[in-house]
């Protein structure tokens, strides 16, 4: 497709659970970033990936936050047992350089934990 | 940390009326974006403009990058413009570059019939 696509939308999981949400950028594109919104907020910045390579991992909360891009395109976030405050909508964005100029989002999936 | 204030919180218009909306930031950006997220939460490009004037349709933007602020208008605007508008920059830290997105806390926009 033309724009960055993210699955599942919605995530409902229990406590505990561990979940893998899904970045498909725009094809092509070097960059490669995840963001956390919580309700009522702005995004911030989790993760940054160039290629395969994991450049900055400094926004991630836990070390039950986990993301690859072991081909340069897809990417995985995964969260380990996750909790009550892992709920949020968890937005990937790409751009076309290195520089990270110009970052197209997708919609975003929409974790719920119970 | 850079830091990225919007104003105002919260806008409500009647339809056909003229908005500023106002972002600013406290360390020189290379990279400034303004985004509209509509109803369904999708954040949509509106403009990349790290530093000058840019106009798409009812919509335009400015960025003075040496007075650190950057300007939305929106002209006759219509109820499809509500949602929350953010203003989001990057800089460069330390000579490298991959511009990771700092975001403000948005305007909320309402446009009535």
């Known amino acids: 497709g033309a724009g960055v696509s993210q699955s599942p939308r919605y995530k409902v999981a229990k406590r505990g659970q561990d979940v893998a949400l899904r970045c498909d950028p725009i094809s092509g594109h070097v960059s490669l970033f995840w963001y956390q919104q919580a309700l009522g907020q702005g995004p911030e910045f989790l993760t940054y990936f160039q290629n395969e390579a994991q450049l900055d991992k400094s926004g991630l909360p836990s070390d039950r936050f986990f993301a690859e891009r072991p081909e340069g395109s897809v990417s995985t976030l995964k969260i380990q047992r996750t909790q009550q405050e892992d709920s949020a909508v968890y937005l990937c964005?790409?751009?076309?350089?290195?520089?990270?100029?110009?970052?197209?989002f997708g919609p975003g999936t929409r974790l719920t934990v119970l | 940390g850079i830091q990225v204030e919007q104003s105002p919180p919260d806008l409500i218009l009647q339809e056909g009326a003229n908005s500023t909306l106002r972002c600013n930031f406290s360390?020189?950006?290379?990279?400034l974006q303004w985004f509209h997220q509509n109803p369904w939460g999708q954040l949509i490009n509106l403009f990349y403009i790290p530093s000058g004037t840019k106009q798409n349709g009812r919509l335009s933007a400015t960025t003075v990058a040496t007075e650190r602020y950057s300007l939305l208008y929106i002209s006759s605007s219509q109820t499809t413009d509500s949602g929350v508008y953010f203003c989001a920059v990057s800089f460069n830290a330390g000579g490298t570059s991959y511009g990771k997105l700092t975001f403000g806390q948005g305007t909320i926009l309402t446009v009535h019939p």
């Open positions: 360390d020189s950006v290379n990279n």
């Open positions: 964005a790409s751009s076309l350089g290195a520089s990270g100029r110009g970052q197209f």
